[in-house]
């Protein structure tokens, strides 16, 4: 007899050998394989039947062993993965067949016996893992030829990635463009790459950055990705996880020398990746986890497992599964997909692995396994068997039912964060080495050229020290001008090492660009900078743009209002896995929530779209990253960016005006009024009574920049503070440049201002009194108060003075943007899935069904003017008749400034019980926050009505239940006693509460509309540090609202929690509701009314969409080269009643329908909230 246990050591894992108490009715047949030789089959397997369950009532055999021999399934493993849980739960399943018995070949048999030795089977499974004997098996299988669940040779081509690719390729499976780059290791020099700053070049293919590099060999997992030096290049390295980290960021930035490694192109996947797992060509388990490229934090629940989510695959998918099992022979096969721009792409084929942690696929695995081995083997063993015939299981979706709603899109515009101040000087060259570098990168084909890279401005450095050195042996006047020009465009460009901030130092080839313009005759008129130029001919006029970067202050506003904005989606007052707001979390990682972020090419806005995606998703580490993964770039067709040097004629003639009417050297009179505020817009109308005489309040600005420089002076003559560190690594000396070229630039040789340089002024003070309040200087604030008030009046006119005005400034800007919010909004109800996610597997997903597309915009202050100047005045509801709207316009026309952060926010909600085709199906609100808070804030800020969105549900309703996730499970506090004072913090900071900041969201009803449910929340986390009062005010700007109920969202455990006190990080104001009851049409209208009225402007428009929209466009923000199908664009121009199969239903956010107007009967009830 064979003594089964002696290859077994104590502990071996469950389920094998005798020590382990496994008695229960249905023991597993389980065997662990012997060494002897071979001898009657039956008669071994029926002795270490015996053996190995003396000990237990083998009920289930009570009727005698059946006559039929048993089918003896091998595990041939290395024994890390044999006694794995997943191998352990799927054999336990599999010996319940009646026939089946499984051997499992020891580790030690493997490695020391020779395969005549190993034990017997009619069918193996064996695969290769670090240090297993690949050739000894296929020995083993040669010898016995058992049935090979999986095919043994095709595991030697499984471990080098460029047969993976090979195979891949001839079966037509589409994967990344790649190229093979050998190198003989006796001589790695002799090698078809060649590096480039932004790209490498592989056997004459040449692969932009972002791309990816692959070590040839698949058992090494060092997979390096390069960034572009525009989103900051260095690289990301990934590895196999240790801990919780899965990959490092790495400023290093050129390939590796040795070694042969894949070169392919990045896939932008919006930080997922899907591990598909097959158990033969018909069954494939799919599941979705954070790419490891995103910030490398591994997600983990509370089990400490890494967090995966069920997906579904598309129809194409799983014909990609059933090629990719059948083409490497592997039964059992996981590979891993990227889906990026609407199409699969394979990237690595893993062989033999299981699914960890989901009952259901143990079940799946081991009744698709064992059916196989019965139907290959069963007919030559002579056992009955049929084959089972199971009912399809049919997905059921839940939908929501009572009056609820179901959030289906959110869209908001964004203005980018905090910045530096923006600088820029002009000068007009003629020296030859100009018009060559203009000639060398193209200039002469538009006659204009922008030179960003380092590279470029490198060589104009170069040339600013040659022509310094040039000038150096004269001296005149004229000369001196030009001197003093070279050398600030030699100290801008050389400011590289200062500005260096460890955090953001590698960003730095993003926030400095020259700018070169041919002038064919010259210079037209002296502007406020040159001298009358004697010289005739062609000349490059050269502007220097630098500063203007996002400041740590703008990532911290940014991320915190990411982290907010969950709060609007279904689930956002849930906490899951120690995340708070985890409802969006969940939809975004299960593919319900269909997210795309577009940013301007501006480096500070493309960060702060980073920033923000960052505190959204929950992501951790550098921002490079998630910048090149999840924002794209919209800066082909001027959907974000606008070319702030092509004017409009329209434009040109408000500024003319602005600055006669500010040229004016006595008090403003009545009809001044007229002219300048038409609109007679209460912000307008108090900064003009602040000014009174507007070249009176310049004189005063100038005397004050004057003393502010001397000042400035002062401390740089005192050793004690010369060398003092700024805010974000700036010095005096920069500090100084900065405010000394703006006295010189605001007053002109002929002694009138230039109000264009207001703008800037306000600018550089307000940076000034947030960031560098500590050195001290007196009457900033005075200078921030005059200039505040000239700025609010020059900003918001140079969009336009009259309504007409305004609206045609608008229109020449933001058709493009305006048509790509009809389409979003359009797109929304068509119901075809982007990627659903399964209702059967989605244990604890709450509602599989739901969708949500987001869109977000990021952008300048232009686009936020513009678009809000077509809401304003572009007639989408009569305020004469529309109480709701005709507060919004009087709210709006009291906010002074968009400052950073401002957003505009578009919710479109879906009533399931209407008819399809009635107005009421689809309901529109409009959301506007005017962003951050200035310095030190006003007390006559103006108070909207607070956030009310539809969700907020009817007090008397009762919710349905089958919304998991609705709001309403939350119990309201009771109503508090009406006598005590008010006191809410509506300007709440941004700072964290000190019970580890807890987000309240009050939602306050009014008595008099339980049926309306007119509800406002407070969206964003509210500090108290001290209890803000708030002085009672006018009974129109708070109603009364009786019962509050409040969510506690606790914060993860953050990095940026650590910004407690940190006063550099002023808050956002909250979302005020603009309007809440509009219906699709009527916006889907208006929108188009907007589009086509902007005639003269359609024609650009167009060209511009067909830019973006064009099914061969609409590319990642680095990916230039890749062609789509037309199912891949996002938005393809075909009309909306034609479904896309691209097209997602974003459904989620159950919320209760009706209108809240904010019109009360009762009014100034006096009422607190307890801590």
Same mark, same amino acid.
């Given at each position: 007899?064979s ?12 389920? *094998? ?15 662990v394989?012997?060494?002897d ?9 029926a ?57 499992i ?21 064996s ?15 040669? $010898? ?16 080098d ?34 590096e480039?700053?932004?790209h490498?070049?592989?056997?004459g293919e ?5 791309f990816v590099?692959?070590?040839v ?5 060092n ?11 260095g ?5 196999r ?39 033969? @060509? ?6 979705a ?11 983990r629940?509370?089990e ?12 194409? *998918? ?54 196989m ?19 399809e299981?049919?997905p059921i ?23 530096t ?9 003629r ?8 000639e ?7 006659g204009k050229?922008k030179?960003?890279? @380092? ?18 042996q ?19 460009l ?19 660009k ?7 005759? /010259? ?18 006029? $050269? ?8 400041t740590?202050?703008g990532?911290v ?13 279904p689930?956002g ?7 708070? /707001? ?12 269909d ?7 501006? /480096?500070?806005?493309q ?8 505190g959204? &998703? ?21 959907? $974000? ?12 003639k408000v ?20 002219? &300048? ?5 209460p912000?307008?109308?108090n900064?003009?009574d ?10 005063k ?28 690594s700036e ?14 630039d ?5 002694g009138?201002y ?13 940076y ?22 000239l700025?609010d009046i ?10 007409a ?5 608008a ?20 119901d075809?899935?982007?990627?659903? $996610? ?46 709701q709207?005709?507060q919004?316009m ?9 400052n ?11 009533d ?21 808070k ?7 800020v103006?108070?909207?009505f607070?956030?009310r ?20 499970q ?10 005590e004072?008010?006191?809410?913090q ?23 509309q ?9 969206l ?8 803000p ?7 129109l ?7 509050v109920?409040?969510?506690s ?26 309007h ?6 009527q916006v ?5 009314a ?11 428009t ?17 990916s ?10 996002e ?21 209760s ?9 009762s ?9």
């Amino acid at each position: 007899m064979s003594q089964p246990c002696d290859g077994l050591r104590p502990g071996a894992g469950e389920g *094998e050998g005798e020590g382990q108490g496994r008695v229960h009715q249905d023991a597993p047949r389980f065997l662990v394989g012997s060494e002897d030789d071979e001898q009657d089959r039956g008669q071994m397997e029926a002795g270490m039947k015996n053996e190995m369950f003396r000990e237990e009532e083998m009920e289930d055999e009570d009727d005698g062993s059946p006559s039929e021999r048993q089918i003896m399934v091998g595990i041939c493993a290395m024994m890390k993965k044999s006694n794995s849980k997943p191998m352990t739960q799927i054999l336990d399943r599999l010996c319940k067949f009646d026939y089946i018995d499984v051997v499992i070949f020891p580790e030690e048999v493997i490695l020391e016996e020779p395969v005549e030795k190993w034990p017997l089977c009619d069918c193996l499974i064996s695969f290769h893992s670090k240090g297993f004997p690949l050739d000894k098996a296929v020995e083993y299988a040669k $010898l016995r030829n058992p049935l090979l669940i999986n095919d043994l040779n095709m595991q030697y081509f499984i471990q080098d990635r460029r047969e993976v690719y090979r195979i891949l390729q001839e079966e037509g499976i589409d994967l990344p463009r790649y190229a093979v780059l050998n190198r003989d290791p006796d001589n790695p020099e002799e090698c078809n790459l060649v590096e480039a700053e932004d790209h490498v070049e592989v056997n004459g293919e040449v692969f932009p950055k972002p791309f990816v590099e692959k070590p040839v060999c698949a058992e090494d997992h060092n997979v390096y990705i390069y960034y572009p030096t525009s989103a900051g290049g260095g690289s990301q390295r990934l590895f196999r996880k240790i801990g919780s980290r899965s990959s490092v960021y790495s400023p290093e930035s050129s390939v590796r020398k040795t070694g042969s490694y894949i070169y392919e192109e990045f896939m932008p996947t919006d930080g997922t990746d899907v591990k598909v797992y097959t158990v033969g @060509p018909d069954y494939a388990h799919a599941e979705a986890r954070k790419s490891p490229a995103l910030d490398g934090k591994v997600e983990r629940d509370s089990e400490g497992k890494e967090i995966r989510y069920p997906v579904m695959l598309t129809a194409m *998918e799983k014909l990609v599964a059933r090629k990719v099992c059948m083409a490497f022979k592997q039964t059992v096969c996981g590979f891993d997909l990227l889906r990026a721009n609407g199409h699969s792409f394979v990237c690595d084929v893993n062989g033999f692995s299981f699914v960890k942690n989901s009952m259901k696929y143990y079940d799946d695995c081991a009744k698709v396994l064992g059916n196989m081995v019965m139907r290959e083997l069963a007919p030559q063993f002579h056992i009955p068997w049929s084959i089972p015939m199971e009912a399809e299981d049919i997905p059921i979706v839940p939908t929501t039912s009572g009056t609820m709603m179901e959030l289906r899109c959110v869209i908001a515009i964004i203005r980018h964060g905090d910045r530096t101040p923006k600088q820029k000087m002009k000068m007009e060259v003629r020296h030859p080495l100009f018009f060559e570098l203009f000639e060398k990168y193209g200039g002469y084909k538009s006659g204009k050229l922008k030179l960003k890279k @380092p590279k470029q401005l490198q060589e104009v450095l170069d040339i600013a020290r040659l022509l310094l050195v040039e000038l150096g042996q004269h001296n005149d006047c004229e000369i001196e001008e030009k001197k003093s020009k070279l050398e600030q465009l030699k100290t801008v460009l050389e400011m590289e090492s200062s500005l260096i901030d460890t955090q953001y130092g590698h960003f730095s080839g993003i926030n400095r660009k020259v700018q070169l313009t041919y002038l064919r005759n /010259g210079q037209p008129k002296a502007s406020s900078e040159e001298e009358d130029s004697k010289k005739d001919g062609p000349s490059l006029l $050269l502007v220097l743009k630098w500063g203007g970067e996002l400041t740590p202050a703008g990532r911290v506003q940014a991320e915190e209002l990411g982290r907010a904005f969950r709060c609007m989606y279904p689930g956002g007052q849930g906490d899951y896995a120690g995340f708070p /707001g985890c409802g969006l979390l969940r939809l975004h990682s299960t593919y319900r929530h269909d997210l795309k972020i577009y940013a301007s090419d501006e /480096g500070r806005v493309q960060m702060t779209a980073a920033a923000f995606a960052k505190g959204l &998703l929950a992501l951790e580490g550098e921002l490079t990253p998630i910048l090149v993964q999840m924002v794209k770039s919209a800066n082909m067709n001027g959907l $974000l960016d606008s070319d702030s040097d092509s004017l409009t004629d329209c434009q040109q003639k408000v500024k003319a005006r602005l600055h006669e009417i500010m040229q004016k050297d006595q008090e403003f009179t009545q009809e001044d009024y007229q002219k &300048l505020a038409p609109t007679g817009s209460p912000s307008l109308v108090n900064s003009m009574d602040v000014l009174q005489n507007p070249v009176k309040t310049c004189d005063k600005v100038y005397a004050l920049i004057q003393n502010l420089n001397s000042q400035i002076r002062k401390r740089l003559e005192d050793p004690k503070s010369s060398d003092l560190q700024l805010y974000h690594s700036e010095t005096l000396e920069l500090m100084l440049q900065r405010w000394s070229k703006l006295e010189r630039d605001f007053r002109m040789k002929n002694g009138r201002y230039d109000i264009s340089k207001i703008p800037d002024i306000y600018d550089c003070i307000k940076y000034d009194t947030q960031h560098n309040a500590s050195l001290g200087l007196e009457e900033t604030l005075e200078l921030f108060r005059l200039s505040r008030a000239l700025a609010d009046i020059i900003i918001p006119q140079e969009y336009g003075i009259s309504k007409a005005e305004k609206l045609d400034i608008a229109q020449a800007y933001c058709v493009p943007l305006m048509k790509k919010i009809q389409l979003d909004l359009q797109r929304t109800h068509e119901d075809e899935a982007v990627n659903k $996610l399964h209702p059967l597997y989605s244990r604890g997903v709450m509602s599989p069904g739901r969708h949500v597309r987001t869109r977000l915009y990021f952008t300048s202050e232009s686009h936020v003017h513009s678009l809000l100047s077509v809401f304003r005045y572009g007639g989408l509801l009569n305020e004469e008749k529309d109480q709701q709207w005709k507060q919004a316009m009087d709210y709006l026309s009291a906010v002074s400034e968009l400052n950073y952060m401002t957003q505009i926010v578009i919710m479109l909600y879906e009533d399931n019980n209407k008819d399809p085709s009635s107005e009421e199906r689809f309901h529109v609100e409009l959301h506007f926050s005017p962003g951050v808070k200035g310095c030190e804030d006003e007390e006559n800020v103006p108070l909207g009505f607070g956030f009310r969105p539809a969700s907020s549900e009817n007090q008397d309703k009762k919710p349905n239940q089958g919304s998991l996730e609705d709001l309403s499970q939350d119990q309201p506090d009771q109503a508090l006693p009406v006598s005590e004072p008010i006191n809410i913090q509506r300007r709440s900071p941004m700072i964290r509460n000190r019970k580890t900041g807890s987000m309240e969201v009050l939602s306050e009803t009014s008595p008099t509309q339980s049926s309306k449910g007119s509800t406002s929340h407070r969206l964003f986390p509210s500090c108290s540090r001290q209890s803000p009062e708030i002085k009672p005010t006018s009974g129109l700007e708070l109603f009364s609202m009786p019962a509050v109920k409040r969510f506690s969202v606790s914060f993860a455990r953050h990095p940026t929690n650590g910004f407690e006190g940190c006063s550099m990080v002023p808050s956002i104001y909250p979302l005020e509701t603009l309007h809440n009851s509009l219906s699709l049409k009527q916006v889907d209208e208006f929108l188009n009314a907007m589009c086509e009225s902007s005639s003269e402007v359609h024609a650009k428009t167009m060209k511009a969409l067909s830019g973006l929209f064009d099914s061969q466009s609409q590319t990642s923000l680095y990916s230039p080269q890749q062609p789509l199908s037309s199912s891949g664009s996002e938005t393809s121009l075909r009309p909306p009643s034609q479904p896309l199969w691209h097209g997602s239903i974003p459904s989620s956010a159950v919320s209760s329908a009706g209108p809240s107007s904010p019109i009360t009967e009762s009014s100034g009830l006096n009422f607190s909230f307890s801590e």
